[in-house]
DNA sequence: AAAGCGGGGGA
DNA sequence: TCCCCAGCTTT
């Protein structure tokens, strides 16, 4: 039997049971595979409910603000994805009269849309014989052919690319495609995948030779850097605090935090306090500042590992970005503040 | 070509 | 710990 059709009819048998597999409709579908990108089914699923509750169209969506888009995104990580899903439903909303381009060329155009989703709506929603290349579609070529080239440098993404364009049920691209992905997120697992029970192990190469652990090959990231962040709880009498919205190209871009002091090292409450412009100039103000968290709170991401403590600052006149400490809830912030903001005790203070 | 970008789950 | 997840954008 042919590799696609083995793949189909694994999928029909196998296949979950997911919401966007009920619809065709191009915005829920792109909004599930903007959400999916580095993203596990099960840690996406919640947000897509909530996102086509909360938007149902691709007009609700482009009339939402940016914060309320974050908010709704909080936890997902990957934030730029909000930004250009924002972005772009403003642009099929307003200037492509609410239609999705329905091919993969003009879908390409769109901000947050790459090859691999691109191939996904195309196919998907239009029945375009474009292949999909996705973590797991690399992992179940990568070991069907026995095939080393790294997944992650450009000539591996050129070759997996036409070797999966080679293999497409043309007839069927969209089931073809969901059901590449689904094969290796449920039978060719990156770790203790069920060669056993594999309806392919019969011809697949890295089982015949041995080298199912090995495969994919992939090139090695860079190190993870330490960075240390000394957020600066203001309290003020009139109970308000200050939260300001990251700007810039960095991580969390969009999100808001408490006022922010990056240092080099952990330092003490002296350096804090003779940090120039942190705090407010003159006698007048008899500022509170005590250490929350001693031990600092390492917030671990791929790429970066971030030591965190958090500096209550009391009795201080607020004068910008002010915001009353029962709204806070509502802004789109970080998990590393979404965690201080659940576990503090305003009580103490 | 390489780096930057989140957060969570599994081994 | 390390690796991976329905990747994209910028440098």
Known sequence: MIFHKILINWYLGNKRDLPWRKTSDPYRIWLSEIMLQQTRIEQGLPYYLSFTTSFPTVFDLANASQDEVLKLWQGLGYYSRARNLHETSKVVAYELDGKFPDNYKDLLKLKGIGDYTASAVASICYNEAAPVVDGNVYRVLARYFDIETPINSSAGQKEFKALATELMDKEDPATYNQANMEFGALQCKPQNPLCESCPLSNSCLALKNNKIAMLPV????????????????????????????????????????????????????????????????????????????????????????????????????????????????????????????????????
């Not at 929350?292 to 030591?307: F, M, R, V």
């Open 218 to 349: 992939k090139l090695k990231k860079a190190k993870v850097k330490k960075r240390y962040f000394n957020y600066l709880v203001f309290l003020s009498e009139e109970n308000e605090t200050i939260l300001e919205q990251r700007i810039g190209k960095g991580i969390w871009e969009g999100l808001y935090q408490f006022p922010l002091m990056e240092s080099t090292s952990l330092i003490d409450a002296e350096a804090l306090l003779a940090e120039p412009g942190l705090f407010p100039e003159g006698g007048e103000y008899n500022l509170k500042v005590s250490l929350y968290n001693d031990t600092p709170i390492i917030h671990k991401l791929s790429h970066q590992h971030i030591y965190t403590r958090f500096w209550i600052v009391e009795n201080a006149e607020l004068n910008t970005n002010t915001i009353p400490l029962s709204k806070i809830q509502e802004y789109p912030v970080p998990v590393l503040i979404a965690n201080f903001i659940s576990e503090f005790e305003l009580d103490e203070y």
